[in-house]
């Protein structure tokens, strides 16, 4: 597995629909061949860092270099490496702006000006690239991924709606804190009246499908915790996720069914529902075993 840096010119200033369509494309296709890694732009200049297997990795450069949106593609860095830097980015992306320079807290960007980002002042000073890399790669661990939510948009006023936005999501994580805090209170109690407060004579299985109907739901209100907080976050696929969850609802709504007064036609859509989840679910999970194919470290 290698890492590889590359620099070239943009051929025409790209506009940031342009770049939104570019990083479109980037984040669908780099996880099926396994790539991961992250993209500056600024001053018309292009760095991007990418990880994967080495064969993967060359063909995928040929692609790029033959891109007519850019030109003048150098290879600046090429490295043999075990871990993954940008592991969790099938392409992140920063801008390379004054202002995000100015905020970078590394000694050797001091003297660095958006104006210097151009090919050839990057080329000759391979420190400020690394430099470069590492400060907003930890920058954007710290902010848990790139969000879609972000406060650094040029416009004030979608700056104010996603600091509000962000705002509710985390009530709203906080409140789901307090349910799953109650739901396991209430696991607790069912367990004690359900199970062992009753003689053993007493005991039905319906009480131990309460039992298990209220560990489900436990369960569940954890899952839409981890939803909702990722909801902070970009650069990660959400919808597997919420798929389990789906599942698992269900689940739980299969297991408390009653038989004698629910419809065939009610059980065969809920068949349907379970099958087509179970469907989707698995083909996403097929998609990141590919995937896994081209990420595996070299011996």
């Not at 780099?30 to 500056?40: A, H, R, S």
């Not at 600024?42 to 990795?57: D, K, R």
């Not at 920058?139 to 705002?167: C, P, T, Y």
């Not at 739901?183 to 062992?196: C, F, M, R, T």
């Given at each position: 597995m290698i890492q590889l840096v590359y620099i070239s010119a943009a051929t025409a200033p790209m506009s940031k629909q342009d770049l939104k369509d570019l990083l479109q494309y980037c984040r669908q296709h780099n996880p099926?061949?396994?790539?991961?890694?992250?993209?500056?732009?600024?001053?018309?200049?292009?760095?991007?860092?990418?990880?994967?297997?080495?064969?993967?990795?060359?063909?995928?450069?040929?692609?790029?270099?033959?891109?007519?949106?850019?030109?003048?593609?150098?290879?600046?860095?090429?490295?043999?490496?075990?871990?993954?830097?940008?592991?969790?980015?099938?392409?992140?992306?920063?801008?390379?702006s004054e202002r995000a320079l100015?905020?970078?807290?590394?000694?050797?960007?001091?003297?660095?000006?958006?104006?210097?980002?151009?090919?050839?002042?990057?080329?000759?000073?391979?420190?400020?690239?690394?430099?470069?890399m590492d400060h907003f790669r930890k920058q954007r661990i710290k902010a848990a991924g790139q969000s879609e939510l972000g406060v650094d948009e040029e416009d004030a006023m979608i700056n104010v709606l996603h600091r509000i936005i962000r705002l509710s999501v985390r009530a709203l994580a906080i409140m789901m804190v307090i349910t799953i805090v109650w739901g396991v209170l209430e696991v607790g109690y069912a367990l004690y009246s359900q199970l062992l407060a009753p003689a053993v004579t007493d005991l039905r299985i319906n009480d131990i499908v309460v039992i298990f109907g209220a560990f489900l739901s436990v369960l569940i209100a954890i899952e839409i915790f981890v939803n909702i907080t990722l909801y902070l976050r970009d650069d990660v696929v959400h919808v597997k996720l919420v798929i389990a969850t789906a599942l698992m609802a269900i689940a739980r709504k299969v297991i408390v069914f009653d038989f004698?007064?629910?419809?065939?036609?009610?059980?065969?859509?809920?068949?349907?529902?379970?099958?087509?989840?179970?469907?989707?679910?698995?083909?996403?999970?097929?998609?990141?075993?590919?995937?896994?194919?081209?990420?595996?470290p070299e011996a």
């Amino acid at each position: 597995m290698i890492q590889l840096v590359y620099i070239s010119a943009a051929t025409a200033p790209m506009s940031k629909q342009d770049l939104k369509d570019l990083l479109q494309y980037c984040r669908q296709h780099n996880p099926q061949i396994g790539v991961t890694g992250m993209l500056f732009y600024g001053n018309g200049t292009f760095l991007q860092v990418l990880e994967g297997e080495e064969q993967v990795i060359d063909e995928l450069l040929d692609t790029i270099e033959q891109d007519p949106r850019h030109t003048g593609l150098q290879v600046i860095q090429r490295k043999a490496i075990t871990e993954r830097e940008y592991a969790d980015w099938s392409m992140g992306f920063q801008q390379v702006s004054e202002r995000a320079l100015r905020a970078a807290a590394s000694a050797e960007l001091d003297d660095f000006h958006e104006g210097d980002f151009k090919t050839g002042y990057l080329r000759e000073h391979r420190i400020v690239v690394q430099s470069l890399m590492d400060h907003f790669r930890k920058q954007r661990i710290k902010a848990a991924g790139q969000s879609e939510l972000g406060v650094d948009e040029e416009d004030a006023m979608i700056n104010v709606l996603h600091r509000i936005i962000r705002l509710s999501v985390r009530a709203l994580a906080i409140m789901m804190v307090i349910t799953i805090v109650w739901g396991v209170l209430e696991v607790g109690y069912a367990l004690y009246s359900q199970l062992l407060a009753p003689a053993v004579t007493d005991l039905r299985i319906n009480d131990i499908v309460v039992i298990f109907g209220a560990f489900l739901s436990v369960l569940i209100a954890i899952e839409i915790f981890v939803n909702i907080t990722l909801y902070l976050r970009d650069d990660v696929v959400h919808v597997k996720l919420v798929i389990a969850t789906a599942l698992m609802a269900i689940a739980r709504k299969v297991i408390v069914f009653d038989f004698e007064k629910l419809t065939p036609m009610y059980i065969l859509a809920t068949a349907a529902v379970v099958l087509a989840l179970g469907l989707v679910y698995w083909l996403m999970d097929r998609q990141t075993v590919i995937g896994a194919r081209y990420q595996r470290p070299e011996a």
